[in-house]
């Protein structure tokens, strides 16, 4: 079973389309992120929640959208997509703060990615 | 503000050698966590090793292990006896830690290309 899975792995869009991408976590982690990867291979965080609250919300254009139905799932809709919007999209996740239960090691995991392009 | 420096963009080793990568980070807060990642071909981004700031021991994880220096605020990768397998872009990354669990937000460095040669 894969640990975080997103999907899709690829999508192909034109300008001004609105797409979601979908990440689903079974590690029974409280935390989940978005990471942008863009084609330099820097990778900055975009979002974070922890039990469906949203606490990290880093300078991201409000065409980006996160959405948590329940902590082991955190959505991305992106409104009229631009150029710029292409990268590789990562969900992560993690044992968060104020868990009073299981390890806490700092350590994220990892979706596949979902590579956006925008033509 | 914590950044993340990787100073070397490319390396490459030959097979069953070691080499070693290089990060240093700037920080103002004493309790922190230190982690390597690797991102092979594939994309997916994977664990190599993890280091909390308050432990003075250097982690080691199989053939991979680190260099730390807090005071330095170096936190060096080797990799010994390299194989094929450890062709990969491999990032350093920073997460503040705070009493009661970790923020999450890890911060990245730009990464290091380490090609494994035969």
């Known amino acids: 079973d894969t640990a975080v899975s997103q999907t899709p792995k690829y999508l192909v869009t034109q300008m001004g389309n609105d797409k979601s991408i979908k990440c689903e976590q079974n590690?029974?982690?409280?935390?989940m992120y978005w990471y942008k990867q863009d084609s330099k291979k820097f990778l900055k965080i975009m979002f974070s929640?922890?039990?469906?609250?949203?606490?990290i919300n880093e300078t991201v254009p409000n065409r980006f959208s996160p959405k948590s139905p329940d902590k082991a799932h955190l959505n991305l809709h992106i409104n009229s997509l631009e150029l710029g919007d292409s990268a590789v999209y990562f969900c992560?996740?993690?044992?968060?703060?104020?868990?009073?239960?299981?390890?806490?090691?700092?350590?994220?995991?990892f979706g596949e990615g979902s590579r956006l392009t925008v033509l | 503000a914590q950044t993340v420096t990787q100073s070397q963009p490319e390396m490459s080793v030959q097979e069953a050698e070691t080499v070693t990568l290089s990060c240093t980070y700037d920080?103002?807060?004493?309790?922190?966590?230190l982690f390597w990642y690797k991102q092979p071909p594939s994309r997916q981004m994977i664990l190599v090793i993890r280091?909390?700031?308050?432990?003075?021991q250097n982690a080691t994880e199989n053939r991979f292990s680190v260099n730390f220096q807090k005071a330095a605020k170096s936190f060096s990768l080797k990799i010994s006896d390299s194989q094929l397998g450890d062709t990969a872009m491999y990032f350093c990354?920073?997460?503040?830690?705070?009493?009661?669990?970790?923020?999450?937000?890890?911060?990245f460095g730009k990464g290091t290309k380490l090609s494994v040669k035969p």
């Open positions: 992560a996740s993690s044992q968060g703060p104020g868990t009073s239960g299981g390890v806490r090691t700092g350590e994220l995991f």
């Open positions: 590690l029974g982690h409280d935390t």
């Open positions: 929640y922890n039990n469906k609250e949203l606490i």
């Open positions: 920080t103002s807060e004493s309790n922190y966590y």
């Open positions: 280091q909390e700031a308050y432990k003075q």
């Open positions: 990354a920073f997460m503040k830690w705070n009493y009661g669990g970790s923020q999450g937000n890890l911060i």
